[in-house]
């Protein structure tokens, strides 16, 4: 009997819009946000955290480690399936993978926030 994989450590890019439209509204001002900035392009930005997040360094599965880069990734530009639930399916068919352990990224930063 052939099994099929199981990815149990799989990350997701979390789209621009995720904090700010599913946070309580109280902390929306607080929520994580985009923006871009000079030579790194977009990152998420923390309130009460001093690094950004760039997302070329969140968005680097299946790439080169030489071709990694934060040198102005727009979110546009990164794999849809790292947000995208359709063409998540798409590249899991693609890869024989059955299921995932999905993480977030930046999620996973704020664990380290003093508020927390």
Known sequence: MLKTPISADSH????????????????????????????????????????????????????????ITTDGVKFEELWRSGWDPKYRVADQEKDGVGAEIIYPTVGMLICNHADF
């Not at 819009?17 to 929306?28: E, G, L, M, V």
């Not at 985009?34 to 950004?52: E, R, W």
């Open 12 to 67: 997701i890019t979390e789209p621009p819009n995720c904090y700010i439209d599913y946070i309580d509204p109280k902390f929306r001002e607080r929520a994580p946000k985009v923006a871009t900035l000079p030579k790194i392009g977009d990152a998420f930005l923390i309130d009460g955290m001093q690094a950004n997040v760039p997302l070329g360094l969140v968005a680097a599965a299946g790439k080169e480690p030489s071709k």
